[in-house]
Structure formats: C-alpha cells, structure tokens
C-alpha cells in the first residue's frame, strides 16, 4: 500500500501554480470546543537511529482535548515550520495549507472532570496532524486524543521550535526498524502521559489507542504488552507478532476499507487470522467505498487543493461521508468499551 502522504505528494505534482485558498477542515460534532497542545518527550533510554541528529529518541505529540471555551488563537495542527515543510516538500503554493488547524485553538482551558484518554497512531509516512478530523470529533466529545508521530518515518514534523525532523532518506528500508521504535513510542507515551499538563485531568483508567495501516500495527502490539490500554481500534490496518497468532483480550475493532490492488484478498486474510485470535469484543465493519488513504484526512484535504483524486486510494467515498462514517465507528466503540 501507498502511503497517505505519498500519494498526497504524487497528486500535488498537479496542483495549478495559482491556487491559494484556505482549506476548510470538518467541524467537530461535539459540544465542547477542542483545545491542542503541542510537546515533544524525550526518552533517555533510546538512542535515535532513524531520524537525523541522533542522540536521545524524541516523541512529538499532538494533544487534542475538550476546553472549557476556546483559547485566542488557532490551534497548531501543523507549526508554521510543519506547513512550510509540507507545502515545499509537495509543491504546493505557498499558503495552501492555511487554515489547517482551524476547528482547534490553542491554550484553550480544559474542560472540568476527567477524561479518557485515547492514544493515535498515524501510518507509514504520516502524521498525526492528518488524523484531524478524526481526532478533533472525539476531543469534541470529552475525549482527549494524544497524536504520536514518529521520527525517521514521518515526513516532516517539529520537535519544538521550528526545528523539523525529516523522513529517512532510506524510505521503506527502515520499515522493520521503525515497527519496533512505534511499539516503544506507544508504550513510552503511555508511561509519561503525567507530562501532559495543559490538557486538564486525564483518567488513566480509561485508555484506548488506535492506528491507521503501520499505527494500526504498533497500537496492537502496545496493547498485547500494555492491559491498561483497554481498547482500540484499527483502521485499515494488519497486525505484526506477537498480536497476529496470540491475538488480544481487549476489544478490539476493524475498520477496513477496500484494496482493489489485492486481487488475490490476501489482506483480507490476513486480518481474519486476526480476528480468530481475538478474545474479546471484536466488531468489524467494511469500508466498502473506502480506500486505504481515505481513511485520512487526505479524503476531504485532496479535494480542497483542487488535486486529482482518480488512483490515489481514497476510494469513491466522498468526503463527508467518509468523515462521518469514520467518527461515528470511533466514537461509538469507544463510548462502548471505556
């Protein structure tokens, strides 16, 4: 499978030199307003080997929670640093990206009371950033949301500062290397959650985690390791070992889209090992208009850059019901099961 981003920098080779607009991310569908923090941890005990500059290994982390009010500014979704990035790195005009992080605002006061906590992991190649809509629809309901990019296989993301970590030039040859430093990414963040601060209290009773393609994979295996994340879901995603033959106790929901590609359904199969493994609730709905990519925020930002979406694994949902369709499977599981 093509990564989400790649595709989305394949389509921008398209993008007419004139256009600049604004996009326009979907509205939250929850009561509070969405608040986001951004913060990089640092684990000492990890020496980085996959992104540029070596020494400790750092986990940029997206916050997206539910305020109290909104805060005076748009939330960072992408830092200026992150969108200059990405527009250069896909040709797209500058400014294109604008607007990004409009349906968050930062320093937003948190909601009162406590509120589970759900951990996100994004696939090969992506960023947290660009599971925004999905993200931003759970803060809105009282979740809070930690997005964890990944250094070496994230295209492009800020470890504070403006200071951007870059993608391995080696690509997907790292793929089994990295595998590993999600899983301990995962479980790293779901030890030090206390030096989250500006998102209000988080109930660490509650703790759910989901993933998309290769954050689908590292969320599993972090539950198979972890008991205290309760809950999760994957979407579009397969699984690795330990988790693929000795499957988990927790439940555990599948969203898969379509793969036209996979002629011979051998993905298909792959996940219905899974799901014999699987001890507890274990819910599987098809995405049946829905490809890999689409289930990113590329399905409805693709079509605002005016880009083409013909072969770029979206799939023929449109956008709206690809974002709803996908909030509401989130959020009905994890209403279910934390």
Same mark, same amino acid.
């Given at each position: 499978?093509?990564?989400?981003?790649?595709?989305?920098?394949?389509?921008?080779? %398209?993008?007419?030199?004139?256009?600049?607009?604004?996009?326009?991310? +979907? @509205?939250?569908? $929850?009561?509070? =307003? #969405?608040? /986001?923090?951004?913060?990089?941890?640092?684990?000492?005990?990890?020496?980085?080997?996959?992104?540029?500059?070596?020494?400790?290994?750092?986990?940029?982390?997206?916050?997206?929670?539910?305020?109290?009010?909104?805060?005076?500014?748009?939330?960072?979704?992408?830092?200026?640093?992150?969108?200059?990035?990405?527009?250069?790195?896909?040709?797209?005009?500058?400014?294109? %990206?604008?607007?990004?992080?409009?349906?968050?605002?930062?320093?937003? +006061? @948190?909601?009162? $009371?406590?509120? =589970? #906590?759900? /951990?996100?992991?994004?696939?090969?190649?992506?960023?947290?950033?660009?599971?925004?809509?999905?993200?931003?629809?759970?803060?809105?309901?009282?979740?809070?949301?930690?997005?964890?990019?990944?250094?070496?296989?994230?295209?492009?993301?800020?470890?504070?500062?403006?200071?951007?970590?870059?993608?391995?030039?080696?690509?997907?040859?790292?793929?089994?290397?990295?595998?590993?430093?999600?899983?301990?990414?995962?479980?790293?963040?779901?030890?030090?959650?206390?030096?989250?601060?500006?998102?209000?209290? /988080?109930?660490?009773?509650?703790?759910?985690?989901?993933?998309?393609?290769?954050?689908?994979?590292?969320?599993?295996?972090?539950?198979?390791?972890?008991?205290?994340?309760?809950?999760?879901?994957?979407?579009?995603?397969?699984?690795?070992?330990?988790?693929?033959?000795?499957?988990?106790?927790?439940?555990?929901?599948?969203?898969?889209?379509?793969?036209?590609?996979?002629?011979?359904?051998?993905?298909?199969?792959?996940?219905?090992?899974?799901?014999?493994?699987?001890?507890?609730?274990?819910?599987?709905?098809?995405?049946?208009?829905?490809?890999?990519?689409?289930?990113?925020?590329?399905?409805?930002?693709?079509?605002?850059?005016?880009?083409?979406?013909?072969?770029?694994?979206?799939?023929?949902?449109?956008?709206?019901?690809?974002?709803?369709?996908?909030?509401?499977?989130?959020?009905?599981?994890?209403?279910?099961?934390?």
């Amino acid at each position: 499978m093509r990564s989400p981003v790649a595709l989305l920098a394949a389509a921008a080779l %398209l993008v007419p030199a004139t256009a600049h607009a604004a996009v326009t991310p +979907p @509205p939250p569908t $929850g009561p509070a =307003p #969405v608040g /986001l923090e951004r913060l990089t941890l640092t684990d000492h005990h990890r020496t980085e080997r996959l992104a540029p500059g070596g020494g400790a290994r750092r986990v940029p982390l997206r916050v997206w929670y539910p305020a109290a009010r909104p805060g005076s500014a748009p939330g960072e979704v992408f830092t200026a640093a992150e969108q200059s990035a990405y527009e250069s790195v896909f040709d797209l005009p500058v400014g294109a %990206l604008d607007g990004i992080g409009s349906t968050t605002t930062a320093n937003a +006061p @948190p909601a009162p $009371g406590k509120h =589970p #906590v759900i /951990l996100l992991s994004p696939g090969w190649g992506n960023t947290s950033g660009l599971h925004d809509a999905q993200a931003t629809d759970l803060a809105s309901h009282g979740y809070v949301v930690v997005g964890i990019d990944h250094p070496g296989d994230t295209t492009a993301v800020d470890f504070g500062g403006g200071r951007i970590l870059t993608m391995n030039p080696a690509g997907e040859k790292i793929q089994k290397r990295s595998a590993v430093q999600r899983v301990a990414d995962v479980r790293y963040v779901l030890h030090h959650l206390g030096a989250v601060q500006g998102a209000g209290r /988080l109930d660490r009773r509650r703790i759910g985690a989901y993933g998309h393609s290769m954050g689908a994979r590292a969320t599993a295996a972090a539950m198979y390791y972890e008991p205290s994340i309760k809950a999760g879901v994957n979407l579009d995603g397969l699984a690795d070992e330990p988790v693929l033959s000795r499957g988990l106790d927790q439940p555990y929901a599948i969203g898969s889209g379509v793969h036209p590609q996979d002629r011979g359904h051998s993905l298909d199969k792959i996940v219905a090992t899974l799901r014999r493994h699987l001890r507890g609730p274990h819910p599987l709905r098809i995405f049946a208009t829905t490809e890999h990519a689409g289930f990113t925020d590329n399905v409805w930002l693709v079509p605002q850059l005016g880009l083409p979406t013909a072969g770029e694994e979206l799939g023929t949902v449109t956008p709206a019901a690809a974002v709803s369709g996908q909030r509401i499977f989130l959020r009905r599981f994890f209403d279910r099961y934390l």
